[in-house]
């Protein structure tokens, strides 16, 4: 990594910069980033998915979050880099190590492209107070040393059928126009990938665990375009694509942006998602920076879609049943690692119907890997699943007719007193806020202590958010609905939403609990009256919970009616899927506690 830095700082010299913003971002603002994108793991050699680093012309620090804290260690040994660890006391945030680090005068150089353009506002702001500005340079620095950098994603362009998508391009586009008409916007432009494969019903493979194609795209009063390279498309999709939509080339997108602003049009940007780099190609527009509103057309899902997901649940939990049935008698033999109980889960879940690949990579922890939130096996870390302590795994597959993400915790062997406690506490949060019925106009954080009021009890709690939404062969993270303490207000609930519920318990260095189902956002029928609807959650995840982890004393009646139930469910929708030893493993699994 020496080298590197040394090259970079030469280019910092010469562009008269003395600081250079590396994110983790590619242009769309991605969770996942294509190899091509990755220039921040090229720099720095830390390969998690989430982190920011700075270079100055003397320092190097990379920031991460709790999740990565024991990965960066290892990975920036020797690089030049020192590791900030965001969250801990006393630690800057990148923003605040800058400001010291620069003097007056001094300019902080980046990559309009990589940076939202709120977050490029706020961090002017910051600066200018210190006398420090911004350069916004077009070329990225670290793509000038990048030698051996991967090429772009060229993978194939597909169309999402009407069978699975439930609507037609056409009506998603007079949709999102009478948004823009009342909005008074000549031109929506859209940058994030999950909804441009939303709008024009097309789905790729360019991003990993993302089933999106890179892409940028803009809609019109009357006429829509879709900005892809495009050998990508075969003479069916562009078929299928050119009824409705003009394509054009990926690069062109740059220029169709200046024409937008040499017209003075009125162009709406999502304000959460929309780059620096968008904003300044169109000067002169008038630009409405607001949600746009894709994130919650497709938040709220169609018949087709909610009966896909009930459809695609049935055949993962029928997989993870196989699972957890071949991991219970495997441990106690011998030979099942970390790594192969996710490899042997893939498997399973390979041989259903419409399946099309992992969803997000399996958090596969045992012991006190599990008490790490997004731990991440690797051949470096992988260790032997024994019959004793705790497992957790959190998995989730792309179908044809749904995106699925579950989490389970076992008992490998017998469980402490401390551990079964901790586990009723994280299963009664899940109940509690399965079950809640609530008004119009509930948002998630609203609900959010429901999973966390057992644990908060007994003076306990998790760092993360409790639920978020799911995509429908999409993204298996998408908004803007949120179940979480920051994130989802003014949001409300409505029917068609699909969220996780996720509450968890983690003891550092000793195991971790958490459990996760996806729901249904439905109407109750039973507390709705004329003019006050109310809604509740359908749980959709179908999957025994492990019940020699339950301590019955601590549940309520209703609690141990509802796990009953639950499993009463599971095992008559499921039993008759399965094999002989497999209906029997589920049969005991599901028994009434």
Known sequence: MGEELTALRQLMRRRGIQAYLIPSADPHQSEYVPEFWKRRQFLTGFTGSAGDAVVTLKKAGLWVDSRYYLQAEKELEGTGFVLFKIGLPGVPSWQEWIVGELRPGEKLGLDPQLIPHQSYAKLQMEL???????????????????????????????????????????????????????????????????????????????????????????????????????????????????????????????????QLGREKRRVWLDEASVSQ???????????????????????????????????????????????????????????????SAARKLEEFRSEAALYRGLSFRTISAYGEHGALVHYSASSATDIPLQPKGIYLIDSGSHYLDATTDITRTVALGKATDEQRDRFTRVLKGLIGLST???????????????????????????????????????????GPQSIAPARGFGIALEPGMILSVEPAFYKENAFGLRLENLVLVVRDEERSKPGAAFYTFETLTLCPIDSRLVKKELLEEAEIRWLNSYHERVRKTLAPRLGAADQAWLIDATSPI
């Open 128 to 258: 200018a107070r210190r006398g420090i500005s911004i350069k916004a340079i077009g070329k990225n620095l670290v793509d000038e040393i990048w030698d051996d950098r991967p090429e772009p994603p060229r993978n194939p362009v597909v169309n999402h059928p009407q069978r699975y998508a439930g609507e037609i391009v056409k009506s998603k586009l007079n949709r999102l126009r009478r948004k823009m008409k009342e909005e008074g916007a000549e031109a929506h432009v859209i940058t994030t990938l999950d909804a441009v494969a939303w709008l024009f019903n097309i789905r790729g493979s360019d991003v990993e665990f993302n089933p999106v194609t890179v892409a940028n795209a803009a809609v019109t009063p009357k006429k829509a375009f879709l900005f892809v390279d495009q050998t990508k498309l075969s003479p069916r999709a562009q078929s299928v694509l050119s009824k409705e939509i003009e394509v054009r080339s990926y690069e062109d997108f740059s220029a169709f942006l200046n």
């Open 277 to 339: 780099w968008v904003v300044g190609l169109l000067k002169g527009a008038a630009v409405i920076l607001k949600p746009g509103p894709i994130a919650l057309f497709k938040a709220v899902k169609n018949k087709t879609e909610i009966a896909g997901a009930r459809a695609a649940h049935v055949r993962d939990g029928e997989a993870m049943v196989k699972f957890l049935c071949w991991l219970e008698k495997e441990v106690r033999q011998g030979g099942v690692t970390e790594l």
């Open 436 to 478: 809640i019925s609530f008004p119009l106009g509930t948002s998630g954080p609203q609900l959010d202590i429901l999973a966390r009021k057992a644990l908060w009890e007994k003076g306990l709690n998790y760092g993360h958010g409790t639920g978020h939404g799911i995509g429908a062969y999409l993204n298996v993270h998408e």
